[in-house]
């Protein structure tokens, strides 16, 4: 029982080169959500979505981009990073309810240079 | 708007002693809690959840947290601190507003250490 599955674990970027984040479940979940952890911040969320074939912004979307093409598979792209951008990047997925609680994956941890 | 505050940025115990770590939430419609814990380098994990149902809720691992309207905390409580605790924990507020639009608002965490 994989869960949450993200990928790469660890990636080096300069700034302005482009990469994608892939994050897959293999829970059926509906729901699927990028969220960004900074030190003292907690985790913020970027984008979401409640859908196959949907997308929303979160807290801070600004420079990110997503896509939902499959059910299991959530995406977040970086087009130009930034070193503001160097983070820890979670993925989470849940059912359909707010009750459920969230299934996180194990992280990218994204440095920007 | 919803939020939470996790009063304490680190707590230090002795093994074998109460873990007590604070958290205070605000929230205009019902809210649903949560405290998730956070190994090093690992992502985060679900500790246990209040949806309106007991306000004293028991997740995993021996940890337990009362919900308390008045004074609209969420307090995570164990009685025996093991080194395996040591992690962090975050508080963590959704609100019931429109179905399916349900976020959840993260405090800053908590990190706790055991002292041997």
């Known amino acids: 029982n994989a869960g949450v599955t993200q990928t790469p674990k660890f990636r080096v970027l300069k700034t302005g080169q482009s990469m994608t984040l892939l994050c897959a479940q293999d829970m059926n979940h509906e729901y699927m959500y990028w969220y960004r952890q900074d030190p003292g911040m907690g985790l913020r969320l970027i984008h979401y979505?409640?859908?196959?074939?949907?997308?929303a912004k979160g807290e801070v979307p600004d420079g990110y981009n997503v896509s939902r093409l499959k059910k299991q598979n959530f995406l977040l792209g970086l087009e130009s990073a930034a070193p503001s951008q160097t983070s820890v990047y979670f993925c989470a997925s849940s059912r359909t309810s707010r009750t459920d609680g969230y299934t996180f994956g194990s992280g990218t941890r994204l440095t920007v240079v | 708007a919803q939020s939470v505050t996790q009063l304490d940025s680190h707590v230090s115990v002795s093994e074998g002693t109460p873990v007590l770590l604070r958290c205070n939430y605000s929230s205009s419609y019902s809210p649903s809690l949560f405290w998730y814990v956070q190994h090093p380098n690992k992502g985060l994990q679900l500790l246990l959840k209040y949806t309106s149902a007991a306000t004293l809720v028991k997740g995993i691992n021996g940890f337990e947290a009362e919900f308390k309207k008045s004074e609209t905390s969420f307090h995570l409580t164990k009685p025996s601190a093991h080194m395996s605790d040591a992690a962090e924990y975050f508080c963590v507020v959704s609100e019931t507003r429109n179905f399916g639009n349900e976020k959840l608002t993260f405090g800053t965490g908590t990190r706790l250490t055991i002292i041997p």
């Open positions: 979505s409640v859908g196959e074939g949907t997308t």
